[in-house]
């Protein structure tokens, strides 16, 4: 028989500093266990998919930047693709292959930021959040390198992608891909995958059936590590998808602890595309050319890609003009955070703020 | 070793008074205060008072083995956090069973 | 070189022994007419304020260090701005912490709020007065010492709890909770696990101690290699130091006990944080790792600067494992303390009061009983980690740590789901 | 008698403070100051054992008192609810300030009547080995007796506090 005491409510957010931006779980707790979790959302909303409706479709590209700030080289990518299925723009070979290099190194920064902001939320003193850091920072020297942005890089146009790689760009990313990211992975295995300290509270905390992750629409490693091997880039392959090899890491439980195995490993098969997408690279435009205010025929389109949160879609309703009627984004953080609340109840304070760091949740793109 | 000065000088009635006043205040503290802890608290009170007239006897009074109090003074220790132990386990156990720990409103044995 | 050592020895400035300095001090005095009470009131007030000047300089120069040694850890550079090698960075941090308004809680208790602080500095300070820092260089050489620390240091956890409590913030208030189930968890293994030292020197006096390891020529960790284990990890619970610093848990809650503090009495936690990892240090340095004795180099090198190196080597290793590990939940903390060390240091307990008694019963020479004992208790050490891990590691750790791999989508089918019912109350059909 | 002007003065400063955070333990409304009150006492009697010249039980005094014992009653506090959290007497209080006063003038009266055979054996060195050997030689027997003590609280305390596994009745 505990002790009874009313539950104390508890403000985890909107400043605090695992919430990873301003949002607010909250939390009625007794003793160190979690009751029940209000979650609020919000505090970070643009009204960016009204704000579309008033520019021009080359111009709301910038917003999807400032979506997902840690992976704006997929939101470019993915509404590029809804309007140029709208407008049935073709697109280049060589800006197809940009795109994936792009893409998936925009993945594996995303990644290095999760699974480091995921450890500093088990608690480590911040060491390992640094260190991939590192590994982040070299990515985007390479984003700056090609388009001078290293965070909202803007990069991919309609029809293609803004300017071509310049020639230090191939060097300087075969050292990436083929010397420092495996080194640095190698060292993420000794350091992480491996800490009893890091099973011990990942491990079994955060708990996603399958039945849950598919009834609650899940996606991204949230969805694979309950173990359903799932993935646009097989499942609905964009961007020649199709013509890679990788394969899709699943975990085993659904905790936290697969996903960060899951990130960990999904690095290392991007990797493994970029690689393929490198050595197939072929010459050619990197660019359509398209008008500037794109008018595309009337009708909508939903267009899907695989971001690192999970799937990212694009609903864009054109009525002939130069801007979209109506832009609608299927934001991964806002959906996959929908399971939290059934995650976190009868959990401590501890593991819950361990889930939320292994949801990996960008606030920019919850709240748009 | 002596000051020309001034030389104060602590007898052994002081000690025990000292001690004394302690034990008053504990026993006052023990009987009128409704908290169960509170009480407890007390009695820790009143625990240290006869642990300090213990030593003082130890240290001023004459003994053939003077460490004799300062045994019975550990042992007062001892048996202090034994009862320190149970009486909070206790008062936790009634507060789970009557939501309060206060002595006035503990009456299951009064009918 | 005789000759030089000739001339270092033998005089009050030997620097060897800094106690060697009391002798003409004391007959300085006496001439003077102080008397003998005077004269031990004043060398009282020196040596105190020998220890305080310690302290403050180990409160600045340990920001540095801290700070420098986890960026390098961490790949970066720490603060390298202010000075040669940001060497100023902790007196620019001061006199920044020091401007700073200082904000009070309207509604907690003053003057707990305002005396936390101070109590939490206060045990770091007392307890390097009970420290040796050589052969006649120690400011109170208590016959209790050991006890005086162990009471001292889980004083300042009551400190913490008075910060936690007079704060009047929910996450303050769990930093508190959790340092008093802490503290009541890790008391045990605390003292158990120095009892096998205190048997085997037979004294509680620290000087005793090391006399002891310097007689026997064995450093203490030698002797108690499992004890050493169970007093680092336990002390750095109550340090507040990671992998079990979840009393401040800036992930969790925020800054526990300190979040509400700003300015100087924030300073005042920071600095007393490093004081009583550095005193923690000490102890370490003193018990197991000799004091100020080493093998004969203590001959050449004054021994307080051997105790001040391995007082930092002991720090290094403080703040590595704070570079390096993540916390522990609470729970598991606890469950740790209570399953795994607790029954550790018993059995070490028991084992070292058998190993003690033949040792004295067969007298038997030292030269037989010293190896004897390392070996017995060094296998013991790993005897029971290997046990305790086998039996008692969580059993999900033998779940495969890397997914499965599939190169293609598969999507299991699930049983049925009813859709849940969408009809909204009161609205329309 | 002691007659060492430092010790004296330390031990009216050490029982004014302990006898002023007593009367603060008394007199404070909020449970949680009546318990930090509390650890001061036992702070200041743990300065009086010292001038005592008893720095054993001083010392364990610090560790047993101030470190565990107020620790735990902070930790019961704090398990009972805000609104219990309140030092408040009962009615017994005007009756127990008499009977604690009686008390206290009686036990003066008897001290200062009291012709006490005083010693002038003078301070001890040290107490930690002959307690230890008391301990050990004529009240091992006491000693055992307290150690089971001990282990009975243990028990009793986690039998008193265990969680009954599905008794939802109560």
Redesign the interface.
Known sequence: ??????P?E?NIGPQ???THGVFRMVAKIDG?RIVDVNMIVGYLHRSMEKLAEERTFTQNIPFTDRMDYLAAMSGNLGYCLSVEKLAGVEVPERAMYLRVIFAELQRVASHCMATGAF?????????PV??CF?DRERVLDLFEMTCGARLTTNYMRIGGVAFDIPDEFLPALDKLINDELPKAFEEYEE?I?????????A??VGVVT??VA??ASLSGPLL?SA?????LR??DPYCGYDRF?F???????GDAY?RM??RI?EMKQSLRIIRQAVADLPDGAHKTDIPLALRPPAGEAYSRVESPKGELGFYVVSDGGPAPYRWHVRAPSLINLSVLREMTIGQ????A?VTLGSIDINVGELDR | MHSPVLTLVLHLEEVLIVGAALFAIGLYVALSKRNAIGILMGIELMLNAVNITFLGFARMSVSEDPIQGHVFAVFVITVAAAEAAVALALAVAIYKHRETVNIDQIDLLRW | MTMLLDLITGYWWDARDLSNMTRPLYEFLRDQGVSDAGIFVISALLGTLAIISFVGAVAIINIWVERRVVGRMQSRLGPNRLGPFGLLQPIADAIKLMQKEVLQPASAPGWIYTVAPIAFTVPGIAILAVIPWGRNMVLANLDVGLLYILGLSSLAVLSVFMAGYSSNNKYSLFGAMRVIAMLVSYEIPIVAGLLGIVLFAGSMNLQEIVLFQEEHWAFMIMLQPLAFLIYFFSISAELNRTPADIAEAESEIVGGYHTEYSGMKFGLFYAAELINAVAVSAIIATLFLGGWWTYKLDEFIPGWMLLIGKIYGVYFIFVWTRGTLPRFRIDQLLAFAWKWLTPMALINVIVVAAEVLLWNETGWSDWFWIPAIIAINTALCVGLIVFFVKVFAPKFQRFPTRPRFYPGIDVPSLPAVTPPDFARKGGPA | MIEDNGIVIAFWILSATTIACALMTAAVRELVQAVLFLALTFVGAAGIYICLSADFVAVAQILIYAGAVSVLMTFAVMLTPAADRHNSETIFQAPALVLSGLLLAVIVFVVLDTDWAISDAGAFQTTAASLGEAFLKPYVVPFEVASVLLMVAMIGAIVLTRELEEDDDA
């Not at chain 1, 173990?227 to 993935?231: L, T």
């Open positions: 028989m505990p002790v009874k005491a009313a104390v508890v605090h500093p695992s160190e450890i500093n939320d088990c608690g480590a003193w911040q060491t640094m260190w590192r350091l995958v491996g800490n009893e300290i890091i099973m011990m509270r491990r079994d399958p039945e598919i009834n694979r173990g359903i091997a799932w993935d097989k499942a090899k394969d899709i890491p699943v975990g085993y439980n697969d195995v899951i490993e401590t304070i501890s593991d703020i």
